[in-house]
């Protein structure tokens, strides 16, 4: 899909649709929807009075003009919602959807207006990012292993604006969109790939695909560097499996940034596979765990989509992935690992796995200096239970200015998080084994979310840190209430946020 922008009309636009938008309860369109009703006599205005159409959030109706009343062959309106609550999300949503109706047509071509850039009274560059990320993610399809592949994909979207004031702010904003969909379109196909394709080893020679045709530089450390890091948390959760783990780093290092200049490190746990191990999941409960990895896949995504836009900021990426897996050398509940940093944990659940990566990666992060750390994980089913389904992942800081900072880019990318605490009985429960250092799971159903933040809080030392469970927001089942921008399966959660992040620290 190809964006460009251009001065003019819309009403004299050839293309194969041409979207165009209304507020809910407005009985007359004005701007570009006003100008196309003129072209096509009323039309519009027509069928909203008989109430045919409506503003409706993602409701689309496609209109067949007549001959030689625009250029276009169609005109597809989409609704906005409510004016009162309008924001970028709901520019995201109306243009995923706008493009999905687009795409179900055959169309090719598409033009659009910017959907509140006008009487939406959004800033321009803002809502052009918002619109090219919705076209994005609403045209994507996780048909990666279809023997026949969908072939009706848009080739062209034309964003048009009729103010020339605007035009240089609009393709600023669409650069910026296009860059982050495209990034959070490659994190979803990361984690749609089933498990006996994306492995440790395959995200390794991603990351070396990635670093090959960027700016990022990579090292990859392989089970003896891990060893030899005594990583002994990360290499007992992976000595089940025949595939070797990986610790995978990538690096943007801007070359006009001050050499002593402290980097933002960001971390995602990345079990490729998990079974759960000895802890065994159900059958179904396995179904979605290649999406374990959710986390790895949304830095890699970040990485991307921060080496595209050239920010001016040192950013390192760390992915540690392995799989959990069961077999005659898998780690056991009770046995007793050492970390990094020497602190020995009880395993109490084998199924408790990805904290345990994590922590060694934490420790390892310690070196590089941070200014801050931000590790995003699949981590529990209870960050699921307590905010619920694809409403928003659950974020552990004691830091004010990180949480600051990460709600507003929530805010500006639509990607949502609540802050959770971090009480210090959290702790003190997790240091309960009678045996170890610490143990690495509750021996109960209760507080699962906050003790599992509370264990990796163990391995942070003095950074200035942020724990993100994506749980409950890195794959979206069909059916659910709360639908992802585009189709079911991967959300690529964690791109735009993690991107919005370090692009507001510049």
């Not at 995602?268 to 179904?287: N, S």
């Amino acid at each position: 899909m190809k964006f460009s922008v251009q001065q003019g009309n819309i009403t004299t636009v050839s293309a194969d649709a041409i979207i165009v938008n209304l507020f809910d309860e407005v009985v007359k369109p004005s701007g570009a929807t006003g100008a196309v009703d003129v072209a096509l006599n009323s039309q519009i205005s027509d069928l909203i009075s008989s109430g045919d159409v409506s503003g409706k959030l993602g409701k689309t109706t496609v209109l067949y003009p007549a001959s030689g009343a625009i250029a276009a062959k169609r005109v597809i309106i989409v609704g906005l919602g409510s004016a009162l609550d309008f924001d970028l999300q709901a520019i995201r949503r109306a243009t995923a959807a706008s493009v999905a109706r687009a795409r179900e047509l055959g169309c090719k071509t598409v033009a659009s207006i910017v959907h509140g850039a006008g009487i939406g009274n959004l800033d321009a560059q803002s809502a052009a990012e918002a619109l090219a990320e919705g076209a994005l993610l609403g045209e994507y399809q996780a048909d990666l292993h279809k023997s026949a592949r969908r072939s009706n994909n848009i080739e062209a979207v034309e964003i048009v604006e009729f103010d020339s004031q605007k035009l240089a702010a609009i393709d600023a904003g669409i650069a910026a969109g296009v860059a982050q969909g495209v990034a959070t379109n490659k994190t979803r196909d990361l984690v749609n790939q089933p498990p006996n394709i994306c492995t440790p080893s395959y995200l390794a020679a991603q990351a070396q695909a990635l670093a090959d045709n960027s700016n990022l530089s990579l090292e990859i450390l392989d089970a003896a560097d891990l060893e030899a890091e005594k990583m002994g948390a990360f290499l007992g959760v992976t000595q089940g499996s025949a595939e070797p783990p990986k610790l995978i780093i990538l690096r943007h290092t801007p070359e006009n940034v001050d050499t002593d200049a402290k980097p933002i490190v960001l971390v995602g746990k990345g079990i490729t596979f998990d079974t759960g191990g000895y802890t065994m999941k159900t059958g179904a409960g396995m179904l979605t765990m290649k999406s374990d990895m959710g986390g790895a896949a949304a830095v890699f995504g970040a990485m991307q989509a921060i080496d595209a836009l050239a920010l001016n900021i040192p950013v390192i990426g760390l992915i540690p992935t392995c799989e959990n897996m069961i077999s005659g050398h898998s780690y056991r509940p009770s046995d007793v690992l050492t970390a990094a940093n020497g602190k020995t944990i009880e395993i109490i659940s084998t199924d408790a796995e990805g904290r345990l990566i994590l922590a060694d990666t934490l420790v390892y992060a310690q070196r590089l200096k941070p200014k801050v750390v931000i590790d995003l994980a699949t981590l529990t089913g209870a960050a699921m239970v307590a905010l619920g389904q694809g409403q928003a992942a659950a974020l552990f800081t004691a830091d004010k200015q990180t949480l600051q900072n990460l709600n507003d880019a929530a805010e500006e990318s639509g990607e949502r998080i609540w802050h959770m605490p971090l009480y210090p009985e959290y702790s003190d429960y997790m240091r309960r084994s009678p045996v170890a250092d610490l143990r690495n799971s509750p021996n109960d159903r209760y507080g699962g979310v906050g003790t599992s933040a509370a264990f990796l809080k163990e391995f942070v030392g003095d950074m200035t840190w942020a724990h993100i469970d994506i749980a409950s927001v890195a794959w979206l089942p069909s059916g659910k209430a709360v639908k992802p921008l585009g189709p079911s399966g991967a959300t690529g959660y964690g791109v735009r946020l993690l991107t919005k992040y370090i692009r507001n620290l510049i």
